[in-house]
């Protein structure tokens, strides 16, 4: 089955600075893997999302890559801000089959 | 719309005792999840429906058993909990078919089984 890994497990940065998250995967039939933010207390949020076809997407300060031939994707926050502060989860699945998520990144933004 | 909307928010069961975590969607989406969220861990996906009468196992299902008779609704049952099953329980659902996966996430139950 697919297998999901995610790194850092924790990340510190300066407000201002970026952010990259990495998560690699085992099964090469996954064609999409979206990106979760959770705040303390609540469910996953979706903040992007990409599909096997795409090699990159970005929304104003979130950005995503693919590369499918090494399997991974990677999660790019520029212009860190203290609200970005959260756990970051990675998942990836086979036409919203089976979904599987990585252990997630909790990223601290220091003022 | 509510969304996903999950009841109860918190329980507490003694080991052995059964419960059913609800679970509802008002935006007519075809599929449905369920996870588990242990501390600081990930989600772990115990069943998921891909429409009414049609459900499979995800990542963890032992232990539990679920239904999907409606399209808004997918219990999640508990029949003989253990202390193994204290965590987080999320519902989602997404309207895979239209276009998207995205996966719309209830609030959680948080059980506790002692």
């Known amino acids: 089955g697919e297998n999901v890994e995610q790194h850092p497990s924790t990340l510190s940065v300066q407000e201002g600075d970026s952010a990259v998250i990495k998560c690699t995967y085992s099964?090469?039939?996954?064609?999409?893997f979206p990106w979760y933010k959770q705040e303390l207390g609540k469910g996953p949020q979706l903040i992007i999302d990409?599909?096997?076809?795409?090699g990159e997407k970005k929304d104003q300060r979130i950005a995503v890559t693919l590369n499918k031939t090494a399997k991974h994707f990677s999660l790019h926050i520029t212009e860190t801000q203290p609200e970005d502060s959260a756990v970051y989860f990675c998942?990836?699945?086979?036409?919203?089959?089976?979904?599987?998520f990585g252990p997630g990144t909790r990223l601290s933004v220091l003022p | 719309n509510a969304g996903v909307t999950q009841t109860p928010k918190f329980r507490i069961l003694k080991i052995g005792q059964s419960m059913t975590l609800q679970c509802a969607q008002d935006?007519?989406?075809?599929?449905m999840y369920w996870y588990r969220q242990d501390p600081g861990m990930g989600l772990k996906l115990i069943y998921y429906?891909?429409?009414?009468?049609?459900?499979d196992k995800g990542e963890v299902p032992n232990g539990y058993n679920v239904s999907r008779s409606t399209t808004e609704d997918f219990p999640l049952r508990l029949e003989l909990a253990a202390p193994s099953q204290t965590s987080v329980y999320f519902c989602?659902?997404?309207?895979?078919?239209?276009?998207?996966?995205?996966?719309?996430f209830g609030p959680g139950t948080r059980l506790t089984v002692l």
């Open positions: 990409i599909r096997s076809n795409v």
């Open positions: 989602a659902s997404s309207p895979m078919g239209a276009g998207t996966d995205t996966q719309y």
């Open positions: 429906s891909v429409g009414a009468g049609i459900t």
């Open positions: 099964d090469s039939a996954s064609n999409y």
């Open positions: 998942a990836a699945s086979n036409y919203g089959q089976n979904f599987v």
């Open positions: 935006m007519n989406h075809n599929y």
